[in-house]
């Protein structure tokens, strides 16, 4: 395995492991910010929509990871459908 390819996979994981605990704390946040889990204050909706922008923002951080691995992977001859060295 290359450094470009072992890097890949590297990323992949990392945004595989990190999307599941960021979807359940947006899901959890945003079930308490609409009032599903009860009547809040509007103190405790300004916290949920920084812990809501602050989780997009985590989502941006990795899209753009995947998105510029992808890049240097076909950069480096890891085009779809051809065999890896």
Not at 1 to 9: G, I, L, Q
Not at 51 to 61: P, T
Not at 63 to 70: I, M, V, W
Request: charge should be negative; avoid cysteine.
């Amino acid at each position: 395995m290359d450094d470009v390819t072992a890097w890949n996979e590297i990323i992949r994981r990392m945004v595989h492991d990190l999307r599941t605990p960021l979807n359940t704390i947006v899901g959890f946040a945003s079930l308490v910010r609409d009032g599903q889990a009860g009547p809040i204050t509007e103190q405790q909706r300004e916290f949920l929509d920084y812990v809501l922008s602050g989780a997009r923002e985590l989502e941006a951080i990795m899209a753009t990871a995947t998105r510029e691995s992808e890049k240097r992977a076909h950069g480096a001859g890891e085009h779809e459908g051809e065999p890896r060295s």
